[in-house]
């Protein structure tokens, strides 16, 4: 067994580190972590230590050096299997991967218009067309998947999977700027932020002392 370090950036705002993050904690396995704050003067030089990216998150396992959430996700899910991070069923699966795939790959407008972030609640901020556009379409995946997959469990395909970890920022997301959800939308965001890994992060994000969008939000 090698030694399991994630870099990640700072819990409130770093959503693309939230999501190996949860999907290490899956596995049950030790890691050790370093948090790195973001837009910090240091930043740059600190991520530059371990990522060839210039980005978090990074997975250091042993002499191994792994980049970008979902590829670390992918990683961790073969490292270890009986963390049955992927749906077990071959359809659900490549699903899982295609909804995983299309929010690694886009969403840009919510993205934009609602970033991460664990230190605020602004409902209303942030909703345009754009990022309506984005809300139907994760409100519709969502739905879908439920249906379809599932039945085994109150996760997309039941069980939680990897595709649920790519979706936690979401729902925190829509907590944070106040996207109405009803139905199994409003089921599914409470049974994310249900998973005791997903409190332990939120708490983690409160309690830290950085805040690089105090600036953006003291108007409001
Ligand atoms: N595609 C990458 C995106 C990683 C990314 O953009 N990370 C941000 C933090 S959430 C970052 O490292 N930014 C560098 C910086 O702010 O200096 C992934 O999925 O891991």
Redesign the pocket.
């Known amino acids: 067994m090698g030694d399991l370090t994630l870099v990640i ?1 700072n819990k409130a ?5 939230l999501r190996p993050w949860l999907a290490l904690k899956r596995t049950g396995q030790p890691f050790r972590e370093i948090v790195i704050p ?2 910090q003067p240091d ?2 030089a600190r ?1 530059a230590e371990h990522s060839p990216t ?4 990074c997975l250091r396992d042993g002499d191994r050096v792994i ?4 590829a670390i996700c992918e990683y961790v899910a073969e490292r270890f299997p009986d963390a049955a991070l992927w749906p077990t069923d071959a359809h659900a699966r490549a699903v899982a991967r295609s909804v995983s795939a299309e929010m ?1 790959s886009g969403f840009a407008a919510l993205r934009t218009h609602m970033s991460m972030d664990l230190k605020a609640f602004r409902p209303g901020v942030g909703h345009n067309a754009e990022s309506g556009a984005d809300i139907a379409r994760v409100f519709a995946l969502w739905r879908d998947t439920r249906a379809r997959f599932g039945a085994g469990g109150p996760f997309l395909f039941g069980d939680f999977s990897i595709a649920d970890a790519m979706y936690a920022p979401v729902v925190t997301r829509f907590l944070t700027y106040g996207v109405a959800m009803d139905g199994p939308c409003a089921d599914y965001a409470q049974a994310v932020m249900d998973l005791p890994a997903m409190k332990e992060w939120v708490e983690a994000a409160k309690a830290e002392p950085w805040d690089i969008y105090a600036d953006e939000r003291s108007p409001s």
């Open positions: 950036g705002f770093s959503s693309w580190s973001l837009r930043t740059a991520i210039g980005r978090v998150p980049w970008d959430s979902l690694h």
